[in-house]
Structures are given as C-alpha cells and as structure tokens.
C-alpha cells in the first residue's frame, strides 16, 4: 500500500509570548517523556495518546458552551475537535493491542489525566490561542516520534507484526497490513491535527489560514464500534 504523505518539515515558528509560552511548555513535556520512555515507542504511544485524547475535547465541550450562551455558529469547530479526540482514542486502543502498560503507566495516566484535563481546561477558558497552539506543537512532537518508531521498525530493533484488526477496520487497511503501515497512517493523522490546531490558533490571532497546505486526513471510518 501507499504511504500517506506527510510533510515532516513543518514547523510553526513562536511568535509573542502566547507562542513561547506553548512552544517552551511543549519542549518541557517531550524532555519528561523522552526520559521516561526512551526508545519504549508502545509504551509511550499509549501513555501520550491518552493524553493526546484530550484536548480535541475540551475544545469541543467549551466551544459549544459558548456558541449556546452567544447563540452563534461554530463555523465546523466543534465537529472537527470531536473528530480528533475520537481520532486519538483510536490512536490509543490500535496501540494497545501493541504493547501493554504497566501497572506503573497506568497510575501515569490516572494521575496526568487529572491534571492534564484541569489545566488544559483552564488555559483553554483564559487562552484558546495559546491551547491550540500547544496542540499544534504536541502533534509537531508526535509527528517526529512517530518517525522514529518508523526508524526503529525500519533498522529492525522493534518487530514489524501484523496490524492489530480494529487498525485494519478503522483505516480499511489491507489484511496484509502490518505494524508499519500502522504508524503511517498514525503518523497522517498526527500532521493533519497539527496543521489543524496551528491554523485555528492563526486564526484566532487574527492571522490568515491557508486550508488547502494542511496535512490531509487519511480516510477512516467513524465511530467504529469495538465489539461486533
Ligand atoms: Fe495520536
Ligand atoms: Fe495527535
């Protein structure tokens, strides 16, 4: 099959401090997890994505609210941001057919869910610019660890099986489909979010926004149900 294509080389340079603030808090948190994951690439798939599952969520619960109180339209923002969270849980039950956490990561994700929703919530309230930049940022993080879990699979130090099913129903995949072409399109999905989430905080910074330069999404169905 044909890889999607991403472009690995796009980067939101921080402009104001409402960027710095995103960038520097991003590169904070990819130093956290680089020292506790290191090369485990599964495991940090499934950490991160948990927390990755977020975001697209709160920004659709606090968009909504305020389109209900303001009574206006969400110009599709609302729809776009469910999608994604829905997108990244998806990211995360491929993954864990991948690699299973350990009882430790799974108190990390007890405790970070906490923080994470509360904070993010906040910082969504007081700056939605800055939020969507710090998501912009994130998926610019996963694009690149996703690219070295392509590496590690590529130099053989990470085995190549084949794609867990609810992958192969999710994206169509081929049943010939294995753990690469998984990470492809996990890959395309991340630079989609991340085109995305950088055009939203343009726009809300009054910048303009070319659509048609985002990432695409790679095709997928919705709502996939995981029990037949
Ligand atoms: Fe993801
Ligand atoms: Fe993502």
Not at 5 to 29: C, E, I, M, Q, W
Request: with cysteine; proline share 6%; net charge negative.
């Amino acid at each position: 099959m044909s890889a999607p294509y991403v472009d690995l080389n796009v980067h939101h340079a921080p402009k104001g401090v409402s960027d710095r603030v995103a960038y520097g808090f991003t590169k904070a948190l990819r130093f956290c997890a680089d020292t506790f994951f290191a090369k485990r690439y599964g495991h940090r798939a499934i950490v991160l994505e948990t927390v990755a599952a977020v975001p697209g969520m709160v920004g659709a619960t606090i968009n909504h609210l305020k389109c209900l109180r303001r009574m206006c339209d969400d110009k599709g923002w609302i729809r776009t941001l469910m999608d994604e969270a829905e997108n990244e849980r998806m990211h995360l039950m491929t993954f864990i057919e991948v690699a299973k956490p350990t009882v430790f990561e799974r108190l990390v994700i007890l405790s970070v869910q906490w923080v994470f929703y509360l904070a993010f919530f906040a910082l969504y309230l007081i700056s939605p610019r800055t939020a969507h930049r710090v998501v912009g940022y994130f998926e610019e993080e996963a694009v690149l660890s996703y690219t070295l879990y392509l590496k590690e699979i590529d130099e053989g130090r990470s085995p190549n099986g084949p794609a867990p099913e609810i992958a192969k129903r999710y994206w169509q995949l081929p049943d010939s489909a294995t753990l690469r072409d998984v990470v492809l399109v996990v890959r395309a999905d991340e630079a989609h979010h991340r085109d995305v989430n950088h055009g939203f905080a343009d726009e809300l910074a009054g910048q303009p926004v070319d659509e048609a330069r985002f990432a695409p999404s790679p095709p997928h169905v919705e709502g996939i149900r995981l029990v037949a």
